[in-house]
C-alpha cells in the first residue's frame, strides 16, 4: 500500500521571470525549487505523515543525533527534460534499491522503493517548470534521509528519522565542456576499509575525504583518487566516481572497473557502462587494477583511456596522474575515443535522443 501525502502548495513561489533568470547560469547543486518531500519515520508509527510542502529551512533541535554521530545517507539522481517533452529520470529504482543498502549498513529503517519513486514523481511533476531544457543541463534530485532523536545517547540508533527529497536544476557539473581532469594518487589517507561504510552512499564518508582532495589540489590535481586500505596499490575511486580504464583501441578496445570489493560505492553509471559497452561491441569486465599497472600501461601505451563515471558529471576522462612520485599522461591526455562513444549513448539515453533497450528510462511527468 502506497503512502497518502498531504500536498501543501507554496503561496510565496519563485516568478517566472525570476526562475527564468536563474535557470540561465544555475551552477550545480546551488538552485533549489519551490517544493520538497518530507516523510516522517519512528519506531512506534513507521513511515508517516509525508507531505508535499514549500522548500523551508528544517528547524532541529542542537541534541538531534543526525548533528553528532552522523547518521545520515543521500541519493543523487537526475531528471531530464527529454526530446518529446516528457521529464523522466534514469533507473530510480536501482537508486531506492541502494538507498535502502545504504540505510541498511547505518542501521536505518528502509523505504518502500513505491514510497521513493512516488516522491521524486511528485516533486518533479509538482515543480516541472523548474526542469531546465538547455543542453546538458538536469534537475538534480538529492534524497536524504537523517535521524532526528533528541539525546546524546551513543548505544542505540536513533529511533526517529525525517526523508527529505530536495530538487535543484544544475548546470553540467564540471563547467568548460569534456575537459579531462588530471588526478592525485592519495596514498596518505584512505576513503573506505574493509568492513567499514565504503559501499555506503553515506555524508560521513565525504566529510572524511575532503582533506584528502584539498591536497589534490594543492598537488595541482582537480581530483583524489582512492587506492585500497590495506596495501594503498589498488585503484578503488576518483573522489565521488567510480574509474574505467580501456584497453587496446578501435575495434580491439575493451573496458575494466574495479570490483566492488565492499569499500566501493556501486554506481549506477558504472552498472549501466557494464552493460552497455559489450552492447556496442566493446567487452567490459571488472578487475584489478593497481597504480603499477596503470602506470605501465600508459607507458607501453596498452591502456589507452582512462575515464570516471557517476551521475552529476556522466563521464569525465582522465588526462593526467600524479602521485608522491611521479606523474604521467593517460594516452595523449586528451578525450578518448571510447570515452567519448559512450558517454554519447549513455548521454542519448537519458535525454531521449536514443532508444532504450534496457528500460532504464522511468518517466516522472
Ligand atoms: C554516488 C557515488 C558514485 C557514483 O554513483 P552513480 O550512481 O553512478 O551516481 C561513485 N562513488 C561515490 C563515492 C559516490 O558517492
Not at 48 to 64: F, I, K, M, N, V
Not at 186 to 213: D, M
Request: proline fraction near 6%.
Amino acid at each position: 500500500m502506497s503512502i497518502d501525502f498531504d500536498i501543501r502548495l507554496s503561496d510565496h513561489r519563485v516568478s517566472a521571470d525570476e526562475r527564468e533568470r536563474l535557470l540561465e547560469k544555475p551552477g550545480f547543486g546551488q538552485v533549489f525549487t519551490d517544493h520538497m518531500i518530507t516523510i516522517r519515520w519512528d519506531t512506534e508509527h513507521g513511515w508517516h505523515d509525508a507531505r508535499l510542502e514549500p522548500y523551508a529551512p528544517l528547524s532541529l533541535d542542537p541534541a538531534t543525533a543526525v548533528f553528532h554521530y552522523a547518521q545520515e545517507l543521500f541519493e543523487g539522481l537526475k531528471a531530464y527534460r527529454r526530446a518529446d517533452g516528457s521529464i523522466a529520470a534514469f533507473r530510480p529504482q536501482a537508486n531506492a534499491a541502494r538507498f535502502n543498502a545504504s540505510c541498511e549498513r547505518m542501521a536505518m529503517p528502509p523505504i518502500p522503493e513505491e514510497t521513493f519513486v512516488r516522491s521524486l514523481e511528485l516533486l518533479v511533476d509538482t515543480d516541472r517548470d523548474w526542469v531546465p531544457a538547455q543542453e546538458g543541463h538536469s534537475l538534480y534530485l538529492r534524497p536524504f534521509i537523517i535521524a532526528t532523536q533528541r539525546g546524546l545517547g551513543v548505544n542505540s540508533p536513533s529511533s526517529s528519522y525525517l526523508f527529505i527529497v530536495i530538487a535543484s536544476p544544475s548546470a553540467a557539473y564540471f563547467t568548460g565542456g569534456i575537459k579531462p581532469v588530471s588526478v592525485w594518487l592519495s596514498e596518505e589517507y584512505t576513503r573506505a576499509a574493509p568492513g567499514g561504510t565504503g559501499a555506503a552512499k553515506c555524508g560521513g564518508n565525504y566529510a572524511a575525504a575532503f582533506v584528502a582532495q584539498a591536497q589534490a589540489v594543492q598537488e595541482g590535481c582537480d581530483q583524489v583518487v582512492w587506492l585500497d586500505a590495506n596495501e594503498h596499490r589498488w585503484v578503488e575511486e576518483m573522489g565521488g566516481m567510480n574509474l574505467f580504464f580501456v584497453y587496446g583501441s578501435g575495434a580491439d578496445a575493451r573496458v575494466v572497473t574495479p570490483s566492488l570489493t565492499g569499500t566501493l560505492l556501486p554506481g549506477i553509471t558504472r552498472d549501466s557502462l557494464l552493460k552497455l559497452a559489450p552492447d556496442l561491441g566493446i567487452p567490459a569486465a571488472e578487475g584489478r587494477i593497481s597504480t603499477d599497472q596503470w602506470r605501465e600501461g600508459n607507458a607501453s601505451g596498452e591502456l589507452t583511456e582512462v575515464f570516471a563515471c557517476g551521475t552529476a558529471a556522466v563521464i569525465t576522462p582522465v588526462g593526467r596522474v600524479k602521485s608522491a612520485r611521479d606523474e604521467w599522461l593517460v594516452g595523449s591526455g586528451e578525450p578518448g575515443p571510447v570515452t567519448m562513444r559512450l558517454r554519447e549513448e549513455l548521454v542519448g539515453i537519458q535525454y531521449g535522443d536514443r532508444p532504450d533497450p534496457y528500460g532504464w528510462i522511468y518517466k516522472l511527468a
